[in-house]
């Protein structure tokens, strides 16, 4: 089966100031569908950058990604933009769920930015909602929602748009260990049932073990440890 995400020799610097910073150096990994990835690493080692640039919100200095059947470093804003909406599913460590709308409304927005009617809007985001258990608690604002809450509406909306690759940047950094626990399992098990393509960055080392591959990034470059 051939990847959906080929990464090849990817470095990144950041120059400012006349200042040169290497934070990515020969980075090569492949995904297939329906495996995952987990990154780890110490803060600042790089881990939001390359999964930024994996999620067409940054940009290589070097080297290429095929993405989705898309060589994402080599293409214009208008088809990123799209890429980013129709192939990749962001989780943040903050929610980012629209304080004026529902945890259903929420869910729709995407898929009617996407061109859905109201009607299939909401049929699958009303699957969703019971998929991240959160079915009696559809017309509670986010300020309504506990933070283990919120973060289950974040995993759904990142599902919503039938995404390949989910892309998650410390998504229970914010919750306590239990919740962090339960929300890990649930990102897991949804994952597995739609047989999506996951990258998790993550400082919980218990987690290493539930993923196909572990890496953490040192000096720039993946290590398997
Ligand atoms: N736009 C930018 N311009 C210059 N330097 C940047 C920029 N974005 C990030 N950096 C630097 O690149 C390095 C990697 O940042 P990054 O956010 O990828 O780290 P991280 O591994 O995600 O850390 P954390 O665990 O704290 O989230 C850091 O040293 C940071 O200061
Ligand atoms: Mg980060």
């Known amino acids: 089966m051939s990847s959906l995400l080929e990464v090849r020799n990817v470095n990144k610097i950041y120059k400012s100031e006349g200042e040169s910073l290497e934070v990515l150096q020969e980075i090569s990994f492949d995904l297939k569908k329906g495996e995952s990835l ?21 940009s290589v200095t070097s080297g290429s990604i095929n993405s989705c059947g898309l060589n994402i470093t080599d293409m214009g804003e208008e088809k990123l933009t799209s890429y980013r909406k129709k192939s990749v599913g962001f989780i943040f460590q903050f929610h980012y769920l629209l304080k004026d709308f529902s945890a259903l409304e929420n869910l729709m927005l995407p898929l009617l930015i996407n061109g859905e009617s109201k009607k299939i809007a909401k049929e699958h985001a009303l699957k969703l909602i019971n998929d991240v258990g959160l079915y009696d608690r559809k017309k509670h604002y986010p300020s309504q929602l506990s933070g283990g809450e919120r973060q289950r509406v974040a995993i759904a909306r990142a599902l919503a748009n039938r995404p390949k690759i989910i892309l998650a940047d410390e998504p229970t950094g914010n919750l306590d260990e239990m919740n962090s626990g339960l929300i890990q399992n649930l990102l897991f098990k949804l994952v597995e049932d739609y047989n999506k393509s996951l990258i998790l960055v993550t400082h919980d080392a218990t987690i290493k073990s539930k993923g196909n591959f572990h890496y953490s990034i040192k000096s720039g470059r993946f290590v398997n440890q």
């Open 38 to 58: 987990i990154i780890t690493g110490e803060s600042g080692c790089g881990k939001s950058t390359l999964l930024n640039i994996i999620g067409g919100l940054d």
